[in-house]
């Protein structure tokens, strides 16, 4: 992961900011959502990872985010399935967002400000990062779906629908992280792979369908310079080129009481951190054999001390989901989440800021617990990179 220094272009600096006397209304005030032409690219799933045809997003005033719709369409699978695991279109245990074997958001400096990523990582900050009102990508099957003929004939096993979100904007509220989106010759970009059928089914026989991936980019438009009684409103979001960054690491850990230095997850404010854990290269293996009780230590400092079920109440709490297990509106298995930005909304998102949890550079940040096998785990960072000429204090509200 790039770090946020410099990565993105400076926006031009408002001429009006030195009128001390000018109060201006907020950006929000002088805005509108954009929709703009999608990216859409079709290939038919082979043995081998294929890339897709980069996306270089239009300029729109300000980029918010980018929505991701895949669709793969299976049209020949027939064979009556004997038993859920031999039938084909029977997804692996990260399907069908597997599919995508590589995300990757870079900025107009073509500097990684999100991946490389995979799809399933992606579903993950979907669902977990605090961005929407409802943000399983499972929960509208008007949208997501798979089919399989794991228990019934089908000539459409194979197929899957899903949409994920790219995201920049980290407050909706105030519109802080939307990124300055105004030359055509420095775009945005996204870059996509497809994964290889073998990585994507759990029975290689599943005949490869045709993958549709769309793209939509999510944008605000110019603000307008006065509101509909002549105030003026800002030129800028809240301090403007503070960026979001995604950072997925993977640690391996052996059975019994483990303590792994989590190296990557200090420097800057964080405001979500996730643990996935995998042994026999399942997360439903790892869902078993995660420490039943966990320790996440700042220096000197225990931030958190756990057993599974009360960390497992605390996630219902904060999201609304359920369950363990990897169904619509369940606690994916193997996931434990810490978020930081739940100090506004009784949900996590739309933050005052107040609540990250400001690490320096040099700070020590450890995950303890005793696992029950060896196996891999991953951490999700999620942390905060201020824009030039401004602070956390400034855009703490």
């Given at each position: 992961?790039?770090?946020p220094?410099?990565?993105?272009q400076?926006?031009?600096?408002?001429?009006?900011?030195?009128?001390?006397?000018?109060?201006?209304?907020?950006?929000k005030?002088g805005v509108?959502?954009?929709?703009?032409e999608?990216y859409?690219q079709?290939k038919t799933?082979?043995?081998?990872?294929?890339t897709?045809?980069?996306?270089e997003?239009?300029s729109?005033?300000?980029i918010?985010?980018f929505?991701?719709?895949?669709e793969?369409v299976?049209?020949t699978?027939?064979?009556?399935?004997?038993?859920?695991s031999t039938g084909?279109?029977v997804l692996?245990e990260?399907?069908?967002?597997?599919?995508?074997?590589?995300?990757?958001?870079?900025?107009?400096?073509n500097?990684?400000?999100l991946g490389p990523?995979?799809?399933?990582?992606?579903?993950?900050?979907?669902k977990?990062?605090?961005?929407?009102?409802?943000?399983d990508?499972e929960a509208n099957?008007?949208?997501?779906s798979s089919?399989?003929n794991?228990?019934v004939?089908?000539t459409?096993?194979?197929s899957?629908t899903?949409?994920?979100y790219?995201?920049i904007?980290?407050?909706p509220r105030d519109?802080?992280?939307?990124l300055?989106?105004?030359s055509s010759s420095t775009p945005f970009?996204?870059?996509?792979?497809?994964?290889?059928?073998?990585?994507?089914y759990a029975?290689?026989?599943t005949?490869?369908g045709?993958t549709?991936?769309?793209?939509f980019p999510?944008?605000?438009?110019?603000?307008?310079p006065?509101d509909?009684?002549g105030n003026?409103?800002?030129?800028?979001p809240?301090g403007v080129n503070?960026?979001?960054?995604w950072?997925?690491?993977?640690?391996?850990?052996n059975a019994?009481?483990?303590?792994?230095?989590?190296?990557?997850?200090?420097?800057y404010?964080l405001?979500?951190?996730?643990f996935?854990?995998?042994?026999?290269?399942?997360?439903?293996?790892?869902?078993?054999?995660?420490?039943d009780?966990?320790?996440l230590?700042?220096?000197s400092n225990?931030m958190?001390?756990r057993?599974?079920?009360?960390?497992k109440a605390?996630?219902?709490r904060?999201?609304?989901y359920t369950?363990?297990?990897?169904?619509?509106?369940q606690?994916d298995?193997?996931l434990?989440?810490?978020?930081?930005?739940?100090?506004?909304?009784?949900?996590?998102?739309?933050?005052t800021?107040?609540?990250y949890?400001?690490t320096?550079d040099?700070?020590r940040?450890?995950f303890?617990?005793?696992?029950?096998?060896?196996?891999?785990?991953?951490?999700y960072?999620?942390y905060i990179?201020?824009?030039k000429?401004?602070?956390?204090?400034?855009i703490?509200s």
């Open positions: 992961m790039t770090s220094s410099g990565t993105v400076d926006a031009p600096a408002d001429p009006k900011a030195s009128n001390a006397s000018v109060v201006y209304r907020p950006f005030v509108q959502e954009l929709d703009d999608p859409d079709s799933l082979t043995a081998n990872t294929q897709m045809q980069q996306y997003a239009p729109t005033a300000f918010r985010g929505f991701v719709l895949v793969n299976v049209t699978n027939a064979t009556t399935a004997t038993s859920t084909v279109g692996l990260d399907g069908p967002y597997c599919s995508l074997d590589q995300v990757i958001f870079t900025d107009t400096n500097s990684e400000i990523i995979g799809g399933w990582d992606l579903y993950v900050i979907t977990w990062g605090g961005y929407s009102f409802q943000d990508p099957v008007d949208i997501f089919v399989t794991a228990t004939s089908s459409a096993s194979g899957f899903f949409m994920l790219i995201p904007e980290i407050v519109a802080l992280g939307v300055p989106n105004k970009k996204v870059k996509l792979n497809l994964a290889p059928i073998a990585s994507i029975n290689p026989a005949t490869a045709t549709r991936i769309r793209i999510d944008s605000y438009w110019e603000p307008t006065n509909g009684s003026q409103v800002a030129r800028q809240p503070t960026t979001q960054y950072n997925v690491t993977q640690y391996t850990v019994g009481a483990q303590s792994p230095l989590l190296q990557n997850s200090t420097g404010p405001r979500n951190l996730g996935v854990f995998r042994s026999s290269s399942a997360r439903s293996t790892g869902e078993t054999n995660f420490p009780n966990s320790k230590q700042l220096q225990i958190l001390d057993p599974k079920l009360y960390w605390k996630m219902t904060a999201y609304g369950a363990k297990g990897d169904a619509v509106g606690i298995n193997g434990y989440w810490k978020t930081y930005c739940d100090d506004f909304y009784p949900k996590p998102g739309w933050e800021r107040r609540g949890l400001r320096t040099g700070m940040l450890t303890k617990g005793s696992f029950g096998a060896a196996g891999t785990l991953t951490v960072t999620n990179g201020v824009g000429g401004t602070s956390l204090a400034a703490t």
